[in-house]
């Protein structure tokens, strides 16, 4: 049945399938493919809100005909495109490759030293594989059973995973079902330390940090960091250089998403999607301070008098200071900048920063290859962080 919109005249479909077992809920409802192209839908629910279904691997969108209509609603004047991918749809074949794009698999490493896998069966039947999983370059069996519309839990301990925090950890993941393409996530990842001592004072003094594991990023650059007291510390130290710390460290920048889906942790992201993004700038006094380019998360329009989008943010805190080999910049986040991520232990969040150096090269955690400057990064790579446990006083001395 199919209908204009009274306000635009824009087309709105509807579509549903009436079989007694299904309406009985004795049977799974058949699975039918659309091919929408360009024409973009919107999905509505007899309740009238807007949902969303999976697609296949050429882009078909996959929907199950129950006696509940779907409204599919086009743009005005796409009446005849609407009605043709509709006439034209056609059966879900379970024995094709569709099978891969509707078991939906993901994994991300844990605080503990293991994988977590996620399973979610999207099909109408139960699913029943022997299947492969690589992990770190290590091969193991597996069969993956999942009942029809089921979501699963596994995990698996990574292959030699060592407990050091403050090193970036290679995660090479990838899941094969009988014979299919297998599910690959390669990505780094970086165990935090929690730090329970009294809170640092950030007043420019080498001695908070020196037994601090540093992160050798190269070029005589390091990184030191931990969590503390619902803030991110960091410090990046420079050894042998002749540079004043304003010109040193003025550039650098600062990307953080609160990662609230793991399922995608190791896809770039758009810098003007839900990220915060900050800058190191020098003040005419040759003073550092970290300029907001993008307010993160559910503080983009928020009235709170901590913000300061297009200025700099005082609550981000900057100081510099001397080590006995070269310089240093100690800065800390508060959590009240990084909405909706908590700051607590096993939380976990996305994060990359970017290093100019003198000699035009740029260091990062993760890399940047459309980098152009702080505030137009390309499309960011992040490396996964999770808070640990463990207390700075304890932290191993690399």
Not at 190 to 207: C, E, F, R, T, Y
Not at 248 to 275: C, H, M, Q, S, V
């Amino acid at each position: 049945y199919v209908f204009r919109q009274d306000s635009d005249g824009a087309p709105i479909a509807a579509i549903w399938s009436y079989k007694e077992t299904v309406d009985r809920w004795k049977e799974e409802p058949t699975l039918v493919k659309f091919d929408f192209g360009s024409l973009a839908p919107i999905f509505i629910d007899l309740m009238e809100n807007e949902v969303s279904f999976p697609q296949d691997a050429d882009g078909r969108t996959i929907i199950p005909m129950a006696p509940f209509p779907i409204f599919i609603k086009g743009a005005p004047g796409t009446e005849e495109q609407l009605c043709a991918a509709i006439a034209n749809s056609e059966p879900l074949n379970l024995s094709n490759s569709d099978v891969d794009n509707l078991v939906k698999i993901s994994a991300f490493p844990s605080a503990g030293g293991k994988a977590i896998m996620e399973f979610e069966n999207n099909l109408p039947r139960a699913f029943s594989e022997d299947a492969i999983v690589s992990l770190n370059g290590e091969k193991f069996a597996d069969t993956l059973e999942l009942a029809a519309h089921e979501e699963s839990t596994k995990s698996l301990e990574i292959p030699g995973a060592p407990f050091d925090t403050n090193r970036l950890l290679d995660f090479d993941f990838a899941f094969q079902v009988g014979d299919g393409t297998p599910k690959k996530i390669v990505g780094t990842y970086l165990l935090m330390p929690q730090a329970s001592s009294v809170p640092m004072v950030i007043d420019g003094k080498w001695d908070d940090w020196k037994d601090i594991s540093p992160i050798d990023l190269g070029s005589n650059l390091s990184l030191r960091t931990f969590a503390e007291e619902e803030k991110l510390y960091f410090a990046i130290e420079i050894k042998n250089t002749d540079l004043a710390p304003a010109e040193a460290f003025a550039g650098i920048g600062f990307y953080f998403d609160p990662f609230e889906r793991t399922n995608d942790w190791t896809t770039p992201k758009n810098p003007k999607g839900d990220l915060g993004i900050y800058e190191l700038v020098k003040d005419p006094e040759g003073t550092l301070g970290a300029f907001c380019h993008i307010v993160q998360g559910t503080q983009a329009g928020s009235s709170s008098s901590v913000l300061f989008q297009g200025k700099v943010q005082p609550r981000f805190e900057v100081r510099t200071g001397k080590t006995p080999d070269g310089i240093f910049v100690e800065c800390v986040v508060p959590q009240i900048l990084l909405s909706p991520l908590k700051i607590t232990a096993k939380s976990r969040f996305g994060l990359n920063l970017s290093f100019p150096l003198r000699n035009g090269e740029i260091k990062t955690l993760a890399p940047m290859p459309d980098y152009k400057s702080p505030a137009d990064p390309g499309d960011l790579n992040l490396i996964m962080v999770i808070i640990g446990t463990e207390s700075k006083s304890e932290l191993p001395n690399q």
